[in-house]
């Protein structure tokens, strides 16, 4: 992984879409996108660049990117998955608590694959499987070094496989 010098860390302007979306809602440009669950925030728009600050926070606050570090690719799935979360809340009726979980665990997968080389996870079903197995064993690994408690490790494992199953369509993350 390529490491970039603090100072080409940007904030970039945001756009706060709140869940459930409106009916017929357009998504124009995912990158830029804040949301808005309950009382909460979550800068999913940041999965669209590869480098991405892991400086903490304010809340409502953007996460630093760097600017040349956007993957086009990842606009489309990342639209996706705003829908798909919507859908968690709209038609199967998730907290927006669960709902927000389910975002910052999204995150947290695509900053452990863009860290630990698997970025290209979204582009294609090997790519995901591979990426997915890969980010198991590395939770597995952390549960067996008690850095995660049982339920945390099977929560994280759980709603990882969700996600990507509803974003990707696979049934067959494992295999």
Known sequence: MVKFPVDLYTIRPTVEVHLPLVVDSMIVQPELVMLKIGNN????????????SSKLRKTFTPRAVVEGSLQTGRKNSISRLIRIL??????????????????????????????SGHGACLTNDNATRIAY??????????????EYETGAAVQIQ????????????LEDLNF
């Open 86 to 115: 919507s859908s968690f809340m709209a038609d199967k009726g998730l907290r927006p608590v669960t709902v927000m979980n389910y975002a910052l665990q999204f995150n947290a997968f695509m900053d452990w694959a863009d860290s």
């Open 133 to 146: 197995r890969a980010y198991m064993e590395a939770v597995g690994e952390r549960h067996k070094r008690n």
């Open 158 to 169: 759980g709603r990882t496989y969700r996600i990507l199953q509803e974003l990707t369509g």
């Open 41 to 52: 925030s979550c800068d999913i728009g940041a999965s669209c660049y590869i480098q991405r």
